[in-house]
């Protein structure tokens, strides 16, 4: 029976758990919207839009800080050769997360009724900025729990002669995760200011601190997986936090453009928002190099099937949606509109939230004593997620091409509904490819909480159906670095043909009414996109799955042996 070498290990299970349920109230809230998005009338003045996308926001960010704590308590250890330090301020953070949940979830409706709470100044029940509604009370709740974490881990960590890049990463990013969220604690009256301090802590959580863990936590998981040589993951690191915090700082600006602030801001801007796609690019070329260095059997499929999607839809969600409408010329037009949503939903939930649940693929099995597990529900539920979700974004990339031209070309009415036959077969789009995307979430929810619950045949335990070590040819070849580059340089392809049709919307042609040229550069780019990303996912599984399996199931002592030689 596998054994868990440091006991407060365990203590990163009860988040993981919270991850997953709060995970599923996530998702149905987001096909109840997509739902009203078909039909508005639907529990109108009951659970009204506004307050329901605010539920939806909020509830994803929880549930993927959930998913980071975990994963961060139960390799803390590993990377520390020793226990974690203060275990019952962890179950203080547990409490107060599931307190600062339950706050969120109830005080969403007060918005509406114009119920903040205020009191020397500050609205203490509900503040109603997007992504940070939360009022007073739970900012400050929020901030004790980032210091807990924060202090345990640095508590936890070994004497700084002794950090190597990965200590680095995360120590800066629990750090910063705590004194970044001080920007958003106090109310500001002045609107265009309080942009700034709201971006400041929206942004700099993406680009400072979240992909400065997600980079850390990727590397270390693939330490363990893969018993990667932790020096050259180290190395991949380094430069990974680098270049986002010298992209990610002053990119932050390409929020300014349309808040009343100075003008140069679109130039600074767009230059440095147009470099963040760069540590994206080299975080997947480090998952490339690793998971082929030497063809070791691939063990826990899950849990790389995962970290995969997380790696590929950062690259193809934040990197290249995010490079196509960032400038000032092309967010001029997406800006508030379907566009954006297509590049958030593949950036937040591919690029953090697979990597909770790959994470949590890698321990739950391990914390509960399981020698194998069924396998099968962890890969059919991570295709069905991922084709789910990509044909989300499709959905809401060329719906929101629509209304680009209609509403911001033609000065059709989006609130008075002018636009909505045009895009009403996108409307319908979202929720069913919510729905597969549902019936993945659910049984990757299933798979989770029951591992070690249920009696695994011996065939179903096996990591793959193939066994055969003799090399393949085809689809299931090696996948060989000029390859991958010219998967990469397809995605980057059709990435330019959709920015030149965001482009295409300053044309004189199309401003008096002629949308065939960004229709054509987006009927071509978005799909093209989306499509080259299944197949290269495909791809590179496919390649893995032609290793030979190993005799035994995953075992933690060689991966451990591995991170413990950092």
Known sequence: ???????????????????????????????????????????????????????????????????????????????????????????????????????????????????AGWWLGQPWFQEGLEYLEAGRAADLVIFIGFAILAYVVLRTFPARRDWNEIHWGLAMGVTALTFVWLFGVFFIERLDLQEYFRWYVVHYWVEGVWEVIHISLVGFLLVLMFKADVKSVGYAVFWGVAMVWLSGLIGNAHHYFW???????????????????????????????????????????????????????????????????????????????????????LAMFGTFGMLGIAS?????????????????????????VLTGMLGIAFAFAIGGTIQVFLARSMGLSWYG?????????????????????????????????????????????????????????????????????LWLMGMWIFGAIITLGLLSFNLDSVAHGDPTIPYIFAGIGYPGLLLITLLFVWRFLASLQARPVAATAPSDTPALLAAKGA
């Open 1 to 115: 029976m596998i054994k868990i070498e440091y006991q407060t290990q365990r203590l990163s299970l009860r988040f993981f758990l919270l991850m997953l349920v709060l995970f599923l109230f996530q998702m149905s809230f987001g096909l109840l919207i997509a739902t009203q998005h078909v039909d508005p009338t639907l529990l109108a003045g009951i659970a009204n839009f506004n307050i329901l996308r605010a539920e939806h926001t909020n509830l994803g960010i929880l549930w993927i800080l959930s998913g980071f704590i975990g994963t961060i308590l139960f390799i803390g250890p590993l990377l520390s050769n020793r226990e974690l330090a203060a275990p019952w301020l962890i179950k203080i953070l547990f409490y107060a997360l599931m307190a600062v949940t339950l706050w969120n979830v109830a005080t969403q409706a007060l918005a509406a009724d114009g119920i």
């Open 259 to 345: 808040i009343g602030t100075p003008e140069f801001w679109q130039f600074w801007g767009s230059l440095f928002s147009a470099l963040e796609p760069l540590p994206l690019v080299f975080c997947f070329w480090h998952i490339y190099l690793d998971a082929h260095q030497d063809k070791k059997p691939l063990e826990n499929a899950p849990a790389f099937y995962f970290i995969l999607g997380s790696v590929v839809l950062e690259q193809v969600g934040a990197g290249i949606l995010g490079f196509t409408m960032t400038f000032a010329l092309t967010n001029v037009w997406s800006h508030g509109t379907w566009v954006t949503p297509s590049h958030a939903h």
């Open 360 to 384: 949590a693929y890698y321990a739950v099995p391990l914390l509960r004593g399981v020698k194998s597990f069924d396998q099968r529900l962890g890969r059919v539920a991570f295709w069905l």
């Open 417 to 485: 509904g002018q636009i909505f036959p045009a895009m009403q077969f996108f409307k319908v789009l979202i929720p069913l490819f919510g729905l597969v995307f549902a019936v993945g979430a659910g049984l990757l929810v299933y798979d989770l909480l029951t591992i070690g619950l249920r009696e695994p045949s011996t065939e179903a335990a096996k990591p793959h159906p193939r066994t055969e070590a003799a090399p393949s040819k085809g689809w299931r070849s090696t996948l060989r670095g000029t390859e991958a580059s």
